[in-house]
């Protein structure tokens, strides 16, 4: 029985979606559980050749005998949802996937509200996905919740329930964060952070498990960093620079182009101590070290990449257990069986 959290290092697009499908079809749980915001989040699948882009449902969905959950926390918008249900029918999505009655919906007047409003689109850069707006009504005690949505009647289920049960009955459950550290309303850049907490104990308060229960933390870091939106970035190099070296990026939810600085160490210090990481993952290596591309064994990677992971390993106190080299699964080295 184990129960793991992934969540993002810095501000968000760590390659989070990668490392899940890595851990997810290598381990096999059998509760993949989201935590997190809601839509906002935009995670890549690469699998079996298929590029998926997703924003609700968990990403660990490819491992098609667990069971896919969305916990209390998470703002749900159905037009997303079925919208995802949909493009995942190949992989039987809507025939194991549970939504918990008390997550929040999201309405077409919440998106009106943040594409609209001067204040989040403009000044905060938001994705446009009415998260902000949905989450200040539920703090405001007026969101609808999912049980009042009848079309969603089927899909319903005490998320903490079944997972606190299943761990109970010794099985495993990974909970998939979104987002990241940086973007925390309580620890990020505030104010141009996202409309929640987004660390570790955020992600299993929005499934409904307790701290005490959680087993892994897996701090996922790209080897540079990107960001979204406005808002401060220490590390920040020029666009020309972010081309130079060839690590330019785009966002999946909203095509915007993202800003490129290199690796922070005090940020990645610190979002370790939050949020409790117990292993990192580092993603995008081969593109920071083209030479390591698609490497599948440490032994074979640069001097000056293993000098870089353990720098990582030196500043946090965490040890680097994945790496990731490339978009495909293969495309990873799992160092997890040595810390045992
Ligand atoms: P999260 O928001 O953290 O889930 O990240 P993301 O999945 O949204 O990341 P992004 O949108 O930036 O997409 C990452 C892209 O890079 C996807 O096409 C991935 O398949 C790919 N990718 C993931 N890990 C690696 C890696 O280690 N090397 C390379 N070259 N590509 C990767
Ligand atoms: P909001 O969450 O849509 O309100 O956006 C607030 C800020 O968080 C903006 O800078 C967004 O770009 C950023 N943001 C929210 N979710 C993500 C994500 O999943 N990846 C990257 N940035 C995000
Ligand atoms: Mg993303």
Known sequence: MTCSILVGGAWGDEGKGKCITYLCDNDKPDIIARGGVGPNAGHSVEFNGEKYGLRL?????VQTEAKLMIGAGVLVDPEVFYHELEYLSKYKVAERVSIDPRCSIITPE?????VKSEYLAKKIGSTGSGCGPANSDRVLRVAKYAKDVPELEDYLLDVSLATN????????????GSQGFALSLYYGTYPFVTSK?????SFAADVGIGPTRIDEVINVFKSYITRVGEGPFPTEISQEEAEAKGIEEYGVVTGRRR???SFDFDLAKESCRIN???QIALTCVDRLYPDCART??????SADTREFISQVEQETGVPVTII??????KDTIDLRDELL
Do not use: M, Y
């Open 57 to 61: 449902v968990p990403s660990g969905f």
């Open 110 to 114: 919440h998106k009106e509200r943040d």
């Open 165 to 176: 049960e299943a761990l109970d009955n010794g099985e495993d459950v990974f909970i998939e």
């Open 197 to 201: 907490d987004t660390t570790a104990s």
């Open 259 to 261: 800003r490129v600085g």
């Open 276 to 278: 409790g990481a117990t």
């Open 296 to 301: 599948q064994d440490i032994q074979d990677l």
């Open 324 to 329: 990731s080299t490339g978009p495909d699964l």
